[in-house]
């Protein structure tokens, strides 16, 4: 009697607990779409200035991902699948973006990247505009996010079955043909996860934004007018225009709301799973 009262009393007290985390994640956006309603939210979107601004930055959010799973997907694999001197010096240097301030990382990175160093000057021999360009802001999103794309590729290859892999093997598969077979579709999901994460932080920046790249000017790929990371742009109208600038968070929190639900609606479909047999 006194143990089945306790454990009622263990689900009471954690249900309590966990109702006030994800009260505390939802509450705070209920009061942002409430406050401004759907009249500043449409006022928001039909803001050509924010427009712009969101248009660059899906852009440059969009190549960032793309370049954070081309190289943080094969060092998440090295990582889950190799045992190497130095390897626990990588995996804790992978997780110093996490911990380092807004701030810092633009400021390391306008360091590393001013012409007079040798990197900055390389950069420029390059052609490539980095201060108040669109690789400026794809160098802050590449930072820090893409530490969420090794983290979850390492999860997902650790947890693909090696029994799996070794029937593969003795069908005549290569190491090849099994891991573009069996591995890499069996870690999709986790490094689809990465992704989401990788975007979500990058989208959600705002100090590098404002030491590296505060206004774009128009340089390949984007050849736009002049704008600003959509997070900056907000943050300078909330002193100009808090109404218009509370719409476009509101309006920028509902994007990443449909990223998120539309990603999740094809996981529940089965699609992955579908692609992953065709894959196979």
């Not at 109702?19 to 939210?41: E, K, M, N």
């Not at 990582?79 to 633009?106: N, Q, T």
């Not at 990197?119 to 969420?148: E, K, R």
Request: aromatic residues 10%; glycine residues 10%; neutral net charge.
């Amino acid at each position: 009697m006194f143990a089945s009262r306790t454990a009622t009393i263990a689900r009471v007290v954690a249900g309590i607990l966990s109702a006030s985390l994800v009260g505390l994640f939802v509450l705070p956006l209920v009061a942002l779409v409430a406050y401004t309603g759907w009249d500043g939210i449409l006022s928001a979107a039909g803001n050509g200035g924010f427009r712009t601004a969101l248009e660059f930055t899906l852009l440059a959010s969009a190549i960032a991902v793309g370049l954070g799973l081309l190289t943080g997907v094969p060092l998440g694999y090295v990582l889950a699948r190799y045992r190497f001197p130095g390897r626990s010096i990588v995996e804790s240097l992978v997780l110093v973006p996490v911990v380092i301030p807004h701030l810092v990382v633009g400021i390391a990175l306008l360091l590393l990247f001013a012409p007079g160093n040798p990197v900055g000057g390389w950069v420029a021999s390059l052609g490539i505009p980095v201060f108040d360009g669109t690789w400026g802001v794809v160098l802050v999103m590449m930072y820090v996010g893409s530490s969420y794309v090794v983290l979850t590729s390492q999860l997902a290859f650790r947890s693909v079955d090696d029994d799996v892999l070794e029937s593969a093997r003795s069908l005549g598969a290569t190491p090849s043909e099994a891991f573009l077979t069996v591995t890499l579709p069996s870690a999709a999901r986790g490094i689809l996860t990465g992704a989401l994460l990788m975007w979500a932080r990058g989208v959600s920046e705002v100090g590098g934004f404002i030491i590296l790249a505060y206004a774009i000017y128009p340089s390949p790929p984007w050849n736009g007018p002049v704008t600003n990371p959509a997070s900056v742009w907000i943050l300078n109208y909330y002193s100009i225009d808090p109404s218009l600038a509370v719409g476009a968070a509101a309006l920028l929190v509902l994007v990443a709301l449909a990223l998120f639900l539309a990603i999740r609606l094809v996981d529940r479909t089965g699609i992955l799973t579908a692609l992953r047999g065709w894959w196979s």
